[in-house]
């Protein structure tokens, strides 16, 4: 579904990754993991298509969706059209507005029933529908993730990016998140999660790949990486 060809990319003069490529079919999982600056924010950010200055700018290789480059889509057909959402670093929700208003908003790509949507994305997150009508900075900040989560099941996209989901989590909640990540993807939904917590993230993905300095330095069945003595060495606290 998706094909990361020798991706190069850059903000300005600095290139930030140097030549990655992976793929993702679907209905699976796929983990980027990695270090912090290794490239991981960088790799979502071009596969949405964003702009600079906080997005990249590709400078060689391609991205292809169904076999078609999107280097020319624009972001906004990226989540419309091409049904791809990102959760991003920091989560991006409105704080001045309340649960469900954010949600409601989230799906401006939505087609279907929204109405349906929302009593779905409730049904996976109770504590959503308890703080309903809450303004959103009120919020935990681990019901702001579920929050995020949210929105992005209400924009109705087949191919759902989470940017370190399990940031800031405490671990019950965090198993909590990852737990409904595996059973939307049990619905069909496929899902790039890119995180520091490589063991979670390798634990629930079928594939991953590692992410060293803008470079993909390994890759496997999530089994396979974390039985890996580098990898241990390097991401799992050598445990
Ligand atoms: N908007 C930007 N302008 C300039 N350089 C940037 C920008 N965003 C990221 N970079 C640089 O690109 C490199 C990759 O950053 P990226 O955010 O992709 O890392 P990451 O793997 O997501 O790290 P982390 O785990 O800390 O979130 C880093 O060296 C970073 O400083
Ligand atoms: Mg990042």
């Not at 990655?20 to 983990?31: A, L």
Request: glycine residues 10%; hydrophobic residues 40%; proline residues 3%.
């Amino acid at each position: 579904m998706l094909n990361v060809i020798d991706l190069k990319a850059s903000y300005g003069k600095i290139e930030a990754l140097h030549g990655i490529s992976f793929h993702v079919r679907r209905g699976e999982i796929v983990t980027l993991i990695g270090s912090n600056g290794a490239g991981k924010s960088t790799t979502l950010k071009a596969l949405m298509r964003l702009k600079p200055p906080e997005s990249p700018t590709v400078t060689g290789g391609d991205i292809l969706f169904n076999g078609a480059s999107i280097l020319n889509t624009e972001s906004h057909n990226v989540v419309g059209k091409l049904r791809m959402t990102l959760v991003p670093e920091g989560r991006q929700i409105f704080g001045n507005l309340t649960v469900v208003e954010n949600l409601i908003l989230a799906a401006w790509t939505n087609t279907g029933d929204a109405r349906k949507d929302l009593d779905y994305v409730f049904g996976m997150f109770p504590r959503l529908a308890e703080r309903m009508r809450q303004r959103s900075d009120t919020l935990s900040g681990g019901e702001q993730q579920m929050l995020a989560v949210g929105r992005a099941l209400m924009s109705k996209c087949s191919v759902l990016l989470l940017d370190e989901p399990s940031m800031g989590l405490a671990p019950l909640l965090m198993y909590d998140m990852f737990r409904t990540l595996k059973q939307l993807n049990d619905e069909g939904l496929t899902i790039i999660v890119v995180e520091q917590n490589a063991r979670i993230a390798l634990q629930l993905a079928d594939r991953g790949y590692v992410l060293d300095t803008g470079e993909i330095v390994a890759e496997g069945t999530g089994k396979s990486l974390l039985q890996r003595p580098e990898i241990k060495a390097a991401y799992l606290g050598g445990a």
